[in-house]
């Protein structure tokens, strides 16, 4: 493709689409390449979202994302079911490479790809991922009917995941490192009110035991430092996300955690014509709707540059 | 027309474990975001390697009693058989070139 786009925007999600609709309403024709297999981000993968203002009656994830997709589709942007695998964003013109080898050029890029989930870090965690290793109640909770389900986390994540997981459980112990939960109040109350659910407090998984799959965990208790194994049938990790930011290493600004830094609270990263947005940015509140914020934040940055350049 | 097949209880057997090349099972349901995602991948790959790989989708709302026979608990999960046997799994969904590398082996 040798034309040079106004603007590509790296990533789907509220952050990416909201961004899309915004840039292709300025007549910014803009080029989004959504994810292979990743479009929609995070709430492609959560069921009701009760949150997202102008919802009473709530939304389910995939639905509200698909509501965006088509929304951005209806005023002009051009949206790839695809990655891109590599960006050059140092000069003027940007450089992109897809998935599938093709080249972009565009004077502006808008970075939202978003974060992935955090694994605790064990060996078996890894080596037993999906074979009842699990960081997507939605996903797999269906294959764990009447068994017993350890969540380790204690934000709002491992609260939806462990609620949503009673459907299929005959009992969810949450495992937390604290006595006391991040988690929002009300999800916190469905929780400890769930009969299903029981806390294990101040603990840490340390080993994830099984031989071809989960039997059981390693715990260790961090007030007594009392090390015990118990049964369980699966693990779900939900101890928060990293940044997707590992493409922008040494070419855009990162913070010690690997998320995208911003000029104050506008979207312009430290290269010109570089604007970012959603998760991949927000450590602190992480909502759709405050993705979908940025993302507008960051089509109207974008557009205002496009305009002087 | 080569895009990936559906495969049963009924013909498992003989498409899968009696198969001569190698026999790529995309373990899926409709219910499951990322199995829909890489769908369209399997295809194409279906199609590009046809002759050197089978590719064939099996549901396992439709027919537990193979998913659970295999073990699956996450989907997607990519089983490769060879011979009857299996001899690769693949979890989650990848890109197109990340599965290609995985599969390199066999295509």
């Known amino acids: 493709m040798s034309e040079i786009l106004d603007v590509v925007i790296v990533g789907s999600g509220p952050a990416g689409y909201t961004a899309a609709i915004y840039a292709a309403r300025a007549e910014l024709a803009p080029v989004l390449y959504e994810g292979s297999v990743t479009a929609g981000g995070a709430l492609m993968n959560t069921t009701e979202v009760e949150n997202f203002p102008g919802f009473p009656d709530g939304v389910m994830g995939p639905d509200l994302m698909d509501s965006l997709r088509k929304q951005c589709e209806r005023f002009g942007t051009k949206i790839f079911t695809d990655d891109i695998v590599s960006m050059d964003l140092s000069g003027e013109i940007k450089v992109l490479t897809d998935g599938s080898g093709n080249t972009l050029k565009s004077k502006s890029v808008i970075l939202a790809t978003g974060s992935a989930y955090k694994e605790i870090g064990l060996t078996n965690e890894k080596r037993l991922s999906g074979r009842g290793v699990s960081w997507c109640a939605t996903c797999d909770g269906f294959f764990f009917r009447e068994k017993v389900i350890a969540v380790v986390g204690g934000g709002d994540s491992a609260m939806e995941e462990a609620t949503f997981l009673t459907r299929f459980a005959s009992k969810v112990y949450v495992i937390h490192r604290r006595d006391s939960l991040r988690a929002s109040k009300i999800m916190i109350e469905r929780a400890k009110s769930n009969p299903k659910i029981e806390f294990i407090w101040n603990t840490e998984v340390i080993d994830v035991l099984g031989a071809d799959k989960v039997s059981g965990l390693k715990l260790r208790n961090l007030l007594t430092s009392e090390e015990s194994e118990r049964d369980f049938d699966a693990l779900f990790v939900a101890i928060g996300h990293l940044p997707r930011s590992e493409l922008l290493i040494g070419q855009i600004d990162l913070d010690g955690e690997g998320y995208v830094k911003v000029d104050g609270r506008s979207t312009r990263t430290n290269q010109k014509g570089v604007f970012a947005c959603g998760d991949l940015v927000d450590h602190t509140y992480r909502q759709a709707i405050t993705a979908a914020g940025t993302g507008c934040q960051a089509a109207l940055d974008a557009e205002r540059f496009l305009a002087s350049h | ?107």
């Not at chain 2, 373990?27 to 890489?38: K, L, N, S």
């Not at chain 2, 369209?40 to 659970?68: H, M, R």
């Open chain 2, 1 to 107: 027309m080569s895009a990936a097949q559906p495969v049963t209880a009924a013909t498992f057997d003989e498409v899968v474990l009696k198969s001569s090349i190698p026999v790529l099972v995309d373990f899926w349901a409709e219910w499951c975001g990322p199995c829909r995602a890489v769908g369209p991948i399997l295809d194409q790959i279906s199609e590009e390697y046809a002759g050197k790989i089978k590719v064939v989708k099996l549901n396992t709302d439709e027919e537990s009693a193979i998913a659970i026979k295999y073990g699956i608990v996450s989907i997607p999960t990519l089983n490769v058989y060879v011979n009857g046997e299996v001899v690769k799994t693949v979890v989650g969904a990848k890109p197109k070139p990340a599965l290609l590398k995985e599969l390199a082996a066999f295509i």
